[in-house]
């Protein structure tokens, strides 16, 4: 138990779906991420909140929206994906600032398939 | 792109020590070395990280080269439990909001044999 929880894990969808992935910290962090993880490829970073700001979109389709309402929530909130897009997609926080070592706590991910 | 290269696959005894390889050289002087673990079906761990010194934890020690161009992570009692993919990751400071991004390679998966 790392203090990050995600619901769901699993999610099955189809290309016309909305859905939304949830993630919540228990451990008083102010920054918080999304990471997609593709089978043999490497974890890539999808977005950034820090004190609730996104500070880091990486290129990310709009298909992929992220919502951060307050510092132990975060969302992605998923419309007309690709099957391209299925993977494990993971949450982590952090403390940042103040000299912090910036380790981050992920969460045990979301395996997303789209049909 | 990573900044750093790891050996795809090892193996270790049980109760043996694991030593994990890490080139990173082309670190800058300011960037920490990362090191953090996955365990199938799991999110990645953090195990420890350093910037020029040897530093050890209850999980792991980390071994940081003079020139800090390469490390190793130790794992001095390996378990089965600890048969898991190993990232080595630099973490880069970026210019804009001050903020810090860790570059994820492959990582070394790790297979503890009984």
């Known amino acids: 138990e790392t203090g990050v929880t995600q619901t769901p894990r699993h999610l099955v969808m189809g290309m016309t779906n909305k859905k939304s992935l949830k993630c919540e910290q228990h451990?008083?962090?102010?920054?918080m991420y999304w990471y997609k993880q593709s089978a043999k490829k490497p974890l890539e970073l999808m977005f950034v909140?820090?004190?609730?700001?996104?500070?880091e979109n990486n290129s990310v389709p709009s298909r992929f929206s992220p919502e951060c309402p307050n510092s132990s929530h975060l969302f992605l909130h998923l419309h007309t994906l690709q099957p391209e897009d299925s993977a494990l997609y993971l949450c982590?926080?952090?403390?940042?600032?103040?000299?912090?070592?910036?380790?981050?706590?992920f969460g045990p991910g979301t395996r997303l398939t789209v049909l | 792109d990573a900044k750093t290269t790891q050996p795809p696959s090892m193996d270790c005894a049980e109760g043996r020590a694991a030593n994990l390889p890490c080139n990173h050289s082309?670190?800058?002087?300011?960037?920490?070395v990362y090191w953090y673990r996955q365990i199938h079906s799991q999110g990645p761990q953090y195990i420890i990280h350093?910037?020029?010194?040897?530093e050890t934890n209850e999980m792991a020690s980390l071994i940081i080269t003079e020139d800090r161009k390469s490390s190793t992570l130790i794992l001095p009692h390996a378990t089965l439990r600890d048969t898991a993919v190993y990232y080595c990751?630099?973490?880069?400071?970026?210019?804009?909001?001050?903020?810090?991004?860790?570059?994820w390679g492959l990582g070394t998966s790790l297979a503890v044999n009984p």
């Open positions: 982590a926080s952090s403390l940042i600032g103040g000299g912090a070592s910036n380790e981050q706590f």
């Open positions: 082309t670190i800058s002087g300011n960037e920490y």
């Open positions: 451990l008083g962090h102010n920054a």
């Open positions: 909140y820090s004190l609730e700001e996104r500070v």
């Open positions: 990751i630099v973490r880069v400071l970026q210019r804009a909001g001050n903020n810090r991004k860790l570059i």
């Open positions: 350093g910037l020029k010194n040897n």
